[in-house]
């Protein structure tokens, strides 16, 4: 809801009860108190701007969904995806609307880099939340100051644009505007690596771990959403291991971890086998040669049992076709909950997505060659599980 004594050329938006205690909620997976003061910024200040953005862009949705805490826990900033245009949003407490100050994360990190940057100022006591200003990444990168002592790029406020309206009449009719300038690649890390830093800066005693090793290595680490999931984890003692690489050719050769069960022969517990008893493989996925069905355990009780099925059927020696579906476990034939299934290729890259609350199942279907990577991310509430396949 806008204020009626907004400045028209700023947003003012609510803050209710509800949404406060929302925030709260989002907010307490995180390792830390400041962590959590700052995830509970961030949620208040995407919640708000992504409703009132969605009044005029249905479409609008926050990057990585239940996945933000995991960015929240390490350094501060949102963003939502119009489309092919993303908002970074730069929420903060302060008095001063000064400048508009960005972590490099935002700015030197290619997955993201976003379009625009708004800046964001959240007063939770007087309930409100206010949009004062943005830039572009172009004007950030080439125009900021960049402190290398905190890590972060800043414009002052007479470098910004202060009206939004300009913002809404650029992304609607400049749709080809040119908001970003050119980003040099982050480096690829070995798995050695990962683990090494994972282990070093897992220990939530360390403030500011962005701070502890050199950008490259650290943007690259939070680039890959397993990686940071698992960082994440373990800053916050959950311990998450990583998976192993499922590597599909095995499956070819009749190889099969014992995760991995024939749908025809999979026997589950009778308490949570009903929905399964009359599934015929053929019925679920005719099209491939080789079907396989792993339960994913997203909570701690069988209603957070889903099953991830890959089906494979090989095109010639170097290509096979696959689909993947993600079906409920147990007497629901629907998923209890919001279910988001990601499919992320070898970099970490997002090649699809969906959601689902009342569907019986999620489906993707794509090809690859033989020795390509891929991820299947599976999120449910606040738990996320990553499976990584090679072909």
Same mark, same amino acid.
């Given at each position: @809801?806008?204020?009626? /004594? ?37 949620? $208040?200040?995407?919640?708000? #701007? ?10 609008? +949705? *926050? ?21 092919? #245009?993303? $908002?970074?949003? @730069? ?8 400048? %508009?100050?960005?972590? =490099?994360?935002?700015?030197? +990190? ?9 800046? #964001? ?26 402190? *290398? ?8 406020? &007479? ?7 300009? /913002?809404? !009449?650029?992304? =609607? ?13 982050? *480096?690829? %890390? ?8 994972? =282990? ?8 500011? *771990? ?44 009749? =190889? ?7 749908? &025809? ?9 009903? !929905? ?66 990601? %499919? ?35 999120? @449910?509430?606040?738990?996320? %599980? ?6």
């Amino acid at each position: @809801m806008m204020f009626i /004594f907004a400045d028209p050329m700023e947003w003012w938006l609510e803050l209710s009860p509800t949404a406060q205690a929302e925030a709260v909620r989002q907010s307490q997976s995180c390792s830390t108190p400041a962590s959590r003061q700052r995830a509970y910024l961030n949620a $208040l200040g995407l919640n708000a #701007v992504l409703a009132w953005i969605r009044a005029d862009v249905p479409r609008a +949705s *926050p990057w990585l969904g239940s996945m933000m805490p995991t960015i929240w826990d390490l350094v501060n900033g949102a963003a939502i995806a119009l489309g092919s #245009v993303r $908002l970074v949003l @730069m929420p903060t407490e302060a008095i001063d609307d000064g400048e %508009l100050e960005v972590p =490099q994360e935002w700015v030197d +990190s290619p997955s993201w880099a976003g379009d625009y940057y708004l800046a #964001v100022q959240v007063k939770p006591e007087s309930g409100w939340v206010r949009v004062w200003g943005y830039t572009t990444h172009e004007e950030l990168k080439l125009s900021g100051d960049y402190d *290398p002592s905190d890590r972060t790029y800043s414009l002052t406020s &007479d470098q910004l644009t202060l009206d939004l309206n300009a /913002f809404w !009449a650029t992304y =609607q009719f400049c749709g080809a505007a040119q908001t970003r300038t050119e980003i040099a690649p982050l *480096p690829d %890390l070995s798995d050695t690596q990962v683990d090494n830093l994972i =282990q070093r800066l897992g220990d939530p005693a360390i403030a500011f *771990p962005r701070l502890a090793v050199p950008f490259s290595l650290w943007g690259a680490l939070l680039a890959r959403d397993d990686w940071r999931q698992a960082l994440y984890s373990r800053r916050c003692g959950l311990e998450q291991a990583r998976s192993a690489v499922v590597r599909l050719s095995d499956w070819l050769q009749g =190889q099969f971890a014992v995760t991995w069960q024939a749908v &025809d022969a999979m026997i589950l517990p009778t308490q949570v086998a009903p !929905a399964w008893r009359n599934i015929d493989e053929a019925e679920i996925a005719p099209e491939y040669a080789i079907n396989r069905v792993k339960v994913l355990e997203l909570g701690e009780s069988g209603e957070s049992e889903i099953a991830l099925l890959i089906g494979m059927t090989p095109i010639n020696n170097t290509q096979v076709n696959l689909g993947l579906s993600i079906c409920p476990v147990g007497e629901n034939t629907t998923f209890l909950q919001e279910v988001q299934v990601r %499919l992320l290729d070898g970099d970490g890259a997002e090649v699809g997505q969906a959601r689902a609350t009342i569907t019986e199942t999620i489906q993707f279907q794509f090809s690859g060659q033989v020795g390509e990577q891929f991820r299947v991310e599976v999120a @449910m509430g606040d738990r996320t %599980l990553t499976e990584p396949f090679e072909i």
